[in-house]
T-cell receptor, first 115, second 113 residues
Framework: DAGVIQSPRHEVTEMGQEVTLRCKPISGHNSLFWYRQTMMRGLELLIYFNNNVPIDDSGMPEDRFSAKMPNASFSTLKIQPSEPRDSAVYFC?????????????FGSGTRLTVV | DQQVKQNSPSLSVQEGRISILNCDYTNSMFDYFLWYKKYPAEGPTFLISISSIKDKNEDGRFTVFLNKSAKHLSLHIVPSQPGDSAVYFCAAISSGNTGKLIFGQGTTLQVKP
């Protein structure tokens, strides 16, 4: 199993540009999560999906952020327009929803820098 | 509203000694608590968990203790090794309908040879 795959690993963009982050969860996992890591707040949950349906997007900071999961093997997190304060590491994770005690499997993250 | 808090940003210990990482939470509905370990340029990896019905869970050198009355948990690493140097995140989850994992800010552990 290749694990959770995120792309790109690094993204540098100019303020105002659209940014799209991609995630392929582990096959068979039915829950997918997008997190953002910052020094101040640690790992912050942005949104999560269960069976491709968004369940809780209360962590999405602003309308500039949107996420989709068109099928069980792919999800995107889009920022439009991007701002310098969006610079962070964005992680995608997946899990089998019923196995809460075993936690999630995370991807390696996308380091986003908005200049 | 930080439901899971790790008040120590960093910890430094000598190789072979015990490392104790602490975590506090506010939500009494949490029923699982987990610790994750993160190396630079990698995603967090699951380390150990504990159900709210237990007060201790041990896995090799790692032991997690839960004090529900104090809403406090801790991770003990004995003996500490240089390879344990990483960021450790405490997390909690309610296995109800929401099912989302809430993380603390993380504690950076440095184990000196």
């Amino acid at each position: 199993d290749a694990g959770v795959i995120q792309s790109p690993r690094h993204e540098v963009t100019e303020m105002g540009q659209e940014v799209t982050l991609r995630c392929k969860p582990i096959s068979g996992h039915n829950s997918l999560f997008w997190y953002r890591q910052t020094m101040m707040r640690g790992l912050e949950l942005l949104i999560y999906f269960n069976n491709n349906v968004p369940i809780d997007d209360s962590g999405m900071p602003e309308d500039r952020f949107s996420a989709k999961m068109p099928n069980a093997s792919f999800s995107t997190l889009k920022i439009q327009p991007s701002e310098p304060r969006d610079s962070a590491v964005y992680f995608c994770a997946s899990s089998l929803a019923l196995r809460v005690g075993y936690g999630y499997t995370f991807g390696s993250g996308t380091r986003l820098t908005v200049v | 509203d930080q439901q899971v808090k790790q008040n120590s940003p960093s910890l430094s210990v000598q190789e072979g000694r015990i490392s104790i990482l602490n975590c506090d939470y506010t939500n009494s509905m949490f029923d699982y608590f987990l610790w994750y370990k993160k190396y630079p340029a990698e995603g967090p990896t699951f380390l150990i968990s504990i159900s709210s019905i237990k007060d201790k869970n041990e896995d090799g050198r790692f032991t997690v203790f839960l004090n529900k009355s104090a809403k406090h948990l801790s991770l003990h690493i004995v003996p500490s090794q240089p390879g344990d140097s990483a960021v450790y995140f405490c997390a909690a989850i309610s296995s109800g309908n929401t099912g989302k994992l809430i993380f603390g800010q993380g504690t950076t552990l440095q184990v000196k040879p």
